[in-house]
C-alpha cells in the first residue's frame, strides 16, 4: 500500500511539473538565429512575428553584436515614420517582458537606416484567459483541456487511494 501511495505521489508530482511548463510564460530569441540585426528582407521580424501569439508575461529577448537600439513606441506614426527618438543606451541582450496594459508594441531599431530596412515589427499582447471575443488560440484550448485532464486526474487518484 505504501509503495502503491509514494507511486501515485510521483505521478502528481510530474503531472504537475509538466502542466505547469505548459502554461508558463514564454521567452522568445526575436529573429531566431538572426537576432536582432538589419533583416535579409524588409518583412523578416513581421514575418517571424506573424505566426506568434504573445501573451501578457512573455518575453522578447533581443540579441545582437556591432550598433543597435530597441526603440519601444506606442504609436504607430512613430514605428511608420522611424522616428528617431532617442533611446536610453542598452546592452546586448536586451530583454523586454510584455505587459497587456500596453496591447500594442511597436519595436525598430533606430540607428542608422536600420529601422527603415525592414529592422522592425510590431506585436499585440493578449491577457492570460483573455475573454476578448476572438476565437481562441492553439494555447488557450489547449489550458481548458489541461484543466479538465487535471479535474479527471484528481478524480482518479482519489479514488486509487481510497481503494488502496
Ligand atoms: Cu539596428
Redesign the pocket.
Same mark, same amino acid.
Given at each position: 500500500m505504501a509503495r502503491g501511495m509514494g507511486l501515485c505521489c510521483c505521478f502528481i508530482v510530474v503531472v504537475m511539473a509538466l502542466l505547469k511548463g505548459a502554461t508558463a510564460a514564454q521567452t522568445y530569441e526575436v529573429g531566431d538565429s538572426l537576432g536582432w540585426e *538589419?533583416p535579409p528582407n524588409s518583412s523578416y521580424y513581421s514575418e517571424w512575428a506573424s505566426n506568434k501569439t504573445f501573451y501578457d508575461g512573455d518575453k522578447l529577448s533581443f540579441n545582437w553584436t556591432g550598433s543597435?537600439?530597441v526603440r519601444i513606441s506606442n504609436t504607430a506614426a512613430e514605428y511608420d515614420n522611424c522616428s528617431k527618438t532617442p533611446v536610453a543606451d542598452i546592452g546586448s541582450p536586451f530583454v523586454l517582458t510584455l505587459n497587456a496594459s500596453e496591447p500594442v508594441y511597436f519595436l525598430y531599431?533606430t *540607428?542608422n537606416d536600420?529601422c527603415k530596412r525592414g529592422?522592425k515589427f510590431s506585436i499585440n499582447v493578449l491577457r492570460l484567459n483573455s475573454t476578448v471575443a476572438a476565437p481562441p488560440s492553439p494555447s488557450s484550448a489547449l489550458s481548458l483541456t489541461i484543466d479538465a485532464f487535471v479535474a479527471v486526474l484528481s478524480t482518479l487518484v482519489t479514488l486509487v487511494l481510497i481503494y488502496i
Open positions: *538589419v543597435h537600439t531599431c *540607428v536600420h529592422q
